[in-house]
Antibody
Framework: EVQLVESGGGVVQPGGSLRLSCAAS????????MHWVRQAPGKGLEWVSL????????YYADSVKGRFTISRDNSKNSLYLQMNSLRTEDTALYYC??????????????WGQGTTVTVSS | QSVLTQPPSASGTPGQRVTISCSGS????????VNWYQQLPGTAPKLLIY???QRPSGVPDRFSGSKSGTSASLAISGLQSEDEADYYC???????????FGGGTKLTVL
C-alpha cells in the first residue's frame, strides 16, 4: 500500500525552528518528486515546496523562501522540511505529497494525513 | 489573494450538473496543465483530475475537466451528496517558478 506518514509537528514560539518528516512506503521513493503543502485553519491549500527525485532541484513559495529548506534521504525513503524563523502565519496543517513525475509538477497523486504546526507565544 | 481564481462557492441538487471555473494567466494555465483536487471534510486532498482532463484510476466518470486558453473548468454530472467537498485547481507557474493553487470552491449539495 502506498503511504505517506508525516511527523514532527508541534507548538513553537515565533522565531523558533521545527523539522518535519515524511516517511514513504509502498513505492520507489527516488523515482518521484515530493511536495509539502500546508493549510491554515479554515483556509485553502497553499503549496510550500517541491524537491525532485534525486534531490538536485528544489523550489519554494515566496512566503517561505530563505526560511524553509526541503530535503530528502532516498536511502531512508524520507522527506524533510526544516522550518526556521517561524512566524504566526506559518501555523497550519502540513501535508507531504508525492508527485506523479520525477522532476517538476505533474500532479500530487498521494497525500499524507498531515502534521500540525502551531506558532504561538 | 490566490494566483488562480475560483468562485468561493457552488451548489446544486442531486442529479444536477455543476461546473467550477478556474481562471489564471499565460504563465500558469496558459502554458501548463491543470490538476484538480477534492478535499472531503476533515480529510486530506485527493487528486481528482490531472493533465487538464485525465481521471486517475478510481475516480468516477461523473467528474471531467477541460481547459481553454487561460481558464479551466471542472464539471460534475449526476451530482451526489458525497460530492459535497472543497475543490481546488492547481498548475505550475512559469513566472513564479512554483506551483499555484486556486483559493478553493466549496460545493454544497442541496
Amino acid at each position: 500500500e502506498v503511504q505517506l506518514v508525516e511527523s514532527g509537528g508541534g507548538v513553537v514560539q515565533p522565531g523558533g525552528s521545527l523539522r518535519l518528516s515524511c516517511a514513504a512506503s509502498g513505492f520507489t521513493f527516488d523515482d518521484y518528486a515530493m511536495h509539502w503543502v500546508r493549510q491554515a485553519p479554515g483556509k485553502g491549500l497553499e503549496w510550500v515546496s517541491l524537491i525532485s527525485g534525486d534531490g538536485g532541484s528544489t523550489y519554494y513559495a515566496d512566503s517561505v523562501k530563505g526560511r524553509f529548506t526541503i530535503s530528502r534521504d532516498n536511502s531512508k525513503n524520507s522527506l524533510y522540511l526544516q522550518m526556521n524563523s517561524l512566524r504566526t502565519e506559518d501555523t497550519a496543517l502540513y501535508y507531504c505529497a508525492k508527485d506523479s513525475g520525477y522532476s517538476g509538477y505533474y500532479g500530487m497523486d498521494v497525500w499524507g494525513q498531515g502534521t500540525t504546526v502551531t506558532v504561538s507565544s | 489573494q490566490s494566483v488562480l481564481t475560483q468562485p468561493p462557492s457552488a451548489s446544486g441538487t442531486p442529479g444536477q450538473r455543476v461546473t467550477i471555473s478556474c481562471s489564471g494567466s499565460s504563465s500558469n494555465i496558459g502554458s501548463n496543465t491543470v490538476n484538480w483536487y477534492q478535499q472531503l471534510p476533515g480529510t486530506a486532498p485527493k487528486l481528482l483530475i490531472y493533465s487538464n482532463n485525465q481521471r486517475p484510476s478510481g475516480v468516477p466518470d461523473r467528474f471531467s475537466g477541460s481547459k481553454s486558453g487561460t481558464s479551466a473548468s471542472l464539471a460534475i454530472s449526476g451530482l451526489q451528496s458525497e460530492d459535497e467537498a472543497d475543490y481546488y485547481c492547481a498548475a505550475w507557474d512559469d513566472s513564479l517558478n512554483h506551483v499555484v493553487f486556486g483559493g478553493g470552491t466549496k460545493l454544497t449539495v442541496l
